[in-house]
């Protein structure tokens, strides 16, 4: 039996500088009493998250007085190691002038075309993160994964 690499618990200065080498995230909301989760493009602005937006479902969930999380993460194909950091806070939307300049200053480019002209940002409560190698597939085999099944598959 191999030993097991462990998890690396990140620094929240790690966590921030991971996030920085990315742009895109998963932010998760409740809609409707339910979790939903939608991919954006972000930017980190002076200890938060910044990402831009339409009229929508993800808008006015992010802008509703519950919590909200946004997920990234990373994996570097040569040495296998992945990253996953969670940002947890609140949402607020970005309004003071001055404040919508230093944001389009952020060149924030959504991947869907649109009217995204509202400016969302992420005030973090809690910043987590972990690195960890990969584990290869054939560490996961068992004898049953070449059993016969029921059916054709």
């Known amino acids: 039996m191999t030993n097991k690499p462990a998890t690396e618990i990140l620094e929240t200065h790690q966590c921030w500088d991971l996030l920085r ?33 339409g009229e ?29 950091v969670v940002i947890k806070g609140n949402a607020s939307a970005v309004k003071l002038t001055e404040e919508v300049l230093d944001t389009v200053g952020l060149l924030l480019f959504p991947w869907e075309a649109g009217q995204k002209d509202h400016f969302i940002r992420i005030t973090p409560s809690k910043v987590t993160g972990r690195r960890f190698t990969v584990t290869p597939p054939v560490t996961w085999w068992t004898p049953l994964d070449e059993a016969p099944s029921a059916r054709n598959e």
């Open 21 to 53: 080498g990315v742009s895109v995230g998963r932010l998760a909301v409740v809609v409707d009493s339910e979790p939903d989760i939608f991919p954006v493009n972000y930017k980190v602005d002076h200890g938060s998250l910044v990402f831009r937006t």
């Open 56 to 84: 929508g479902t993800k808008l006015h969930a992010a802008l509703s007085e519950g919590p909200v999380a946004m997920e990234a993460d990373g994996v570097n194909a040569e040495t296998g190691v992945a990253w996953s």
